[in-house]
């Protein structure tokens, strides 16, 4: 079944290599969608792909790498969109 979330993860997570863990464990686990830091210190993702896939990363988000202390992490449900892969994104 496939599932489509956005995430908004606050906390230590920018500088820290965050984008770049995302997009890693995304691949991994054939997650599409995106990854980018918001001007206000957060962290938005949107996940899409297989339940399970994106559950798992829903959890990984949750953690962050090493360096990461996460406060908060935000999600909504979203429409799926079909994404082809997976980017890190700039603002």
Do not use: W
């Not at 686990?29 to 990854?35: A, T």
């Not at 990984?60 to 994104?89: D, M, S, W, Y």
């Amino acid at each position: 079944m496939k599932k489509a979330v956005r995430l908004y993860i606050e906390g230590t997570v920018q500088g820290v290599f965050f984008r770049s863990f995302v997009k890693m464990k995304a691949e991994e686990l054939n997650v599409k969608g995106f990854v980018r830091n918001l001007e206000d210190g957060r962290v938005e993702a949107f996940l899409e792909g297989d339940s399970n896939a994106v559950n798992k990363m829903i959890e990984l988000c949750k953690k962050g790498p090493k360096h990461a202390q996460i406060r908060n992490v935000e999600l909504k449900e979203e429409k799926f969109q079909g994404f082809k892969t997976f980017k890190i994104l700039h603002i």
